[in-house]
DNA sequence: ATTACTAGCGTACGAGTAA
DNA sequence: TTTACTCGTACGCTAGTAA
C-alpha cells in the first residue's frame, strides 16, 4: 500500500523534475520540502526506493533520483483519478413536493424566443407549462449554489415590443424522465424550482399536488 | 496547512460524491475507506469542519457530509499540478562526449526518402550528416529507455530498388541549437547517440572530438 | 558536505465507552 | 445504530552522531 505521506513524497520529488529524469538533491531539501526532517525524509525515501518506487544513484554528498516505473504509475492513477471526479462531479440531488403553480410559466415559456432558445440550449422543445416544486428546506441552500453556478444561460431579448429577461437552466432528471429547472436571472426565489420538460411531467409521472420529488440536477 | 492524510480524505469523500452533493455516510465508513479507525475518522473530519475544508449535518445516525469550497480547492489545486506535471514531463538529460562517426549517416539521412519524412516529422531538413555522441556510462540506461518510447516514428520504405529502415527520432536541444536524436529501429546500441540538426552542429558550436556535451533530449 | 543509524520522546492511534 | 470523549500505548518523529 502506498500511503499519502508517500504519495507526498513522489510529487514533490515530481515537481522537482524527478518523474522523466534523475535530479540530485539531498534528504535534507527533500525533508524540508514536505516538513519533515533530514532523518525522517532518508527513511522514507529509502523505504520508497526498497519497496521499488525511487530508484538512485549515491554520491558522495547528495544522490541522484529519480521515479521508477511504478512510482510514475502512482502518480498517474492519481491524476486520473482526479480527472474522473471533476468530470462527473456534476448532480445534484434536491427534494421537495409538488405545489401548485400560478400559471404564468405556461405565458412565458411558449413565447417563441424562448421555445427556440429552449431548443439550443436543452435540445428539445418543451411542454408549454411548468412543473413547480417547493424544495424542501435543508436543500434551499443547495438552490442558492445553484444560481451561483454557470448553468446554461439564455440571454434576454426583445419580442412583440417588449423585453423578455435572461433564463439560466440546468438539465435534469426527475423521475426518470429528461427535464430542465430555469432559473430567471431576476428573481431570487430560493424555495422553488421550476420544472420544464418536452413531456408534461405531471400526467407523465402522475404527480398530485403535494407529491415528494426528487430532482437530480446536473452541472454543466 | 493541508497534509497528505487530510487530503485522502478529501479526496475518498470526492470519490463518494461529496464533491458537488451531501452525501450520506459515517465516519466509520469513511474509516474503512481510508484504513484507519471509526474514532481515527471521527476525529480527522471533525478538525476538517473545524478548519472550513468540509460542511456536515448530523442526524441520530450517520451525517450529512460535503466538501466545502476550500475543500474543493485542495483537490483542485492538486489535479491542475499533477496535469502540469505530466504535461512538461518532457525532457531527459543525456552527457556524452563528441566522437568520430563513421560517415555512414551522412549517406542515409540524405536519401530523399528520409529527408521529406525529417521535414514532414521535425519541422526541418537535416545538415546531411550526423554528430555522434558517446554516451557516459551512466547514462545509457537513459538511451535504452528513450528507445521504449513512442517518439516520432519514420516508417520503413522502399526506394531506388532498396528498403530503408525506420527510424525513431526525438527532438532535441544540444547547447541551444534545434535537433533530433535519430535511431534506427534495428540498432541495438545505447553507447551512441546520432543527432542530426538543420545546421552542421559540429561547426555550429565549435565541437571537436572528445568534446563533453549535454544533450536535452524532449520526450515527445 | 552528505546518509542513515540509534535512542528517546511526543503525538496520534485505537479500545473502551457515554450519550 | 451512531458520534466522539478519555486514556494508555505504540509508532514515527527528531536529535545526536558515526561513517
Redesign the pocket.
Known amino acids: 500500500m502506498v500511503?499519502p505521506?508517500d504519495k507526498e513524497i513522489l510529487r514533490q520529488l515530481a515537481k522537482l523534475g524527478a518523474l522523466s529524469d534523475y535530479i540530485y538533491?539531498?534528504?535534507?531539501?527533500?525533508?524540508r520540502r514536505i516538513?519533515?526532517?533530514?532523518?525522517?525524509?532518508?527513511?522514507?525515501?529509502?523505504d520508497l526506493?526498497d519497496r521499488g518506487f525511487l530508484t538512485?544513484r549515491?554520491?558522495?554528498?547528495?544522490?541522484f533520483i529519480r521515479l521508477a516505473a511504478p512510482g510514475v504509475e502512482v502518480l498517474r492513477k492519481d491524476l486520473v483519478e482526479l480527472k474522473a471526479l471533476f468530470a462527473t462531479a456534476e448532480h445534484m440531488t434536491i427534494r421537495g413536493r409538488v405545489v401548485a403553480g400560478l400559471g404564468e410559466g405556461q405565458y412565458y415559456i411558449s413565447r417563441p424566443g424562448y421555445m427556440k432558445a429552449f431548443n439550443e440550449i436543452l435540445g428539445f422543445e418543451p411542454f408549454p407549462g411548468t412543473l413547480n416544486v417547493e424544495v424542501e428546506p435543508l436543500d434551499r441552500e443547495k438552490v442558492a449554489e445553484l444560481k451561483e453556478r454557470e448553468g446554461r444561460l439564455i440571454k434576454e431579448f426583445v419580442s412583440e415590443g417588449r423585453t423578455f429577461g435572461a433564463v439560466k437552466c440546468f438539465r435534469a432528471d426527475l423521475g426518470g424522465v429528461e427535464c430542465a429547472a430555469i432559473f430567471p436571472l431576476r428573481s431570487h426565489h430560493t424555495n422553488v424550482l421550476e420544472m420544464i420538460s418536452p413531456v408534461q411531467l405531471r400526467k407523465k409521472l402522475d404527480l398530485a399536488d403535494g407529491a415528494d420529488v426528487s430532482v437530480r440536477i446536473l452541472l454543466d
Open positions: 500511503d505521506e538533491t539531498s534528504s535534507g531539501e527533500i525533508g516538513g519533515v526532517s533530514q532523518q525522517t525524509a532518508s527513511r522514507r525515501i529509502l526506493v538512485r549515491m554520491t558522495p554528498r547528495k544522490q
